[in-house]
């Protein structure tokens, strides 16, 4: 089944919310079992996670790719999907 100009173009808008959406949710997780979890509560200490350099490289590239952009006529754009 052929998909119209329409439907791609609301499928497109709901892959650049759902990647967005995947971006907050790992980088609110990185901030919850972070090390600062620790001063909460000592036995939480087992949930702290760091986010090791390839992940940080990962996130840092996606918000250049996605976020800050320009487009062709030089002005800024929110995202690039």
């Known amino acids: 089944m052929l998909l119209g100009l329409q439907e791609l173009c ?4 709901i892959l650049a919310v759902c990647v967005c959406q995947a971006y907050l949710c790992v980088c609110d997780m990185l901030i919850i079992f972070s090390h600062s979890i620790k001063q909460t509560s000592p036995q939480l200490e087992p949930l702290v996670f760091d ?3 390839e992940l940080q490289l990962r996130l840092t590239r996606f918000l250049n790719d996605k976020v800050f952009i ?3 006529d030089g002005t800024n754009s929110l995202f690039r999907y």
């Not at 609301?10 to 808008?13: S, T």
């Open 10 to 13: 609301r499928l497109h808008v």
């Open 70 to 72: 320009e487009d062709d």
């Open 51 to 53: 986010a090791g350099k």
